[in-house]
């Protein structure tokens, strides 16, 4: 009993980490878009400035970021057929992934990927914090 359930805990904890990773390449991706189109660095990211938001992955490839309409921010979907984590179509997962931007300098920001999840009465939760600058 205490191997299945040491074995469910780092699978859960596997997919949070690969979650809140998921997350902060979308924003370094849309950083990195922006400043090859020739774009504010920040566009598209700068809604998350002192915020919580979600990152959504959908389907089609498309990534977008929102802000929570709710605190904490919904959790997250499990789609079947394409094995994704969105807020668009699935069933209820136990994960919810908040996402915060905060500015260090003009040219720098500090991104915060946590994820969270309930098991029974047990709550836990992975973050992630990666620096982006505008390289450009």
Request: with cysteine; aromatic share 8%.
């Amino acid at each position: 009993a205490r191997s299945l359930h040491s074995s469910a805990y780092a699978r859960e904890q596997i997919t949070a980490s690969y979650l809140a990773q998921d997350a902060v390449e979308v924003v370094r991706n849309l950083r990195d878009d922006n400043s090859l189109a020739g774009a504010d660095w920040l566009r598209f990211i700068s809604k998350c400035l002192n915020q919580s938001c979600i990152v959504n992955s959908d389907v089609r490839g498309e990534k977008s970021l929102a802000v929570c309409s709710t605190l904490p921010c919904d959790g997250l979907l499990y789609n079947e057929s394409s094995q994704l984590y969105t807020y668009d179509i699935g069933t209820p997962s136990s994960f919810v992934r908040e996402l915060t931007v905060r500015e260090v300098k003009p040219t720098e920001v500090e991104v915060v990927s946590t994820v969270s999840w309930s098991v029974g009465l047990l709550s836990r939760s992975i973050s992630i914090t990666n620096y982006l600058h505008d390289w450009k």
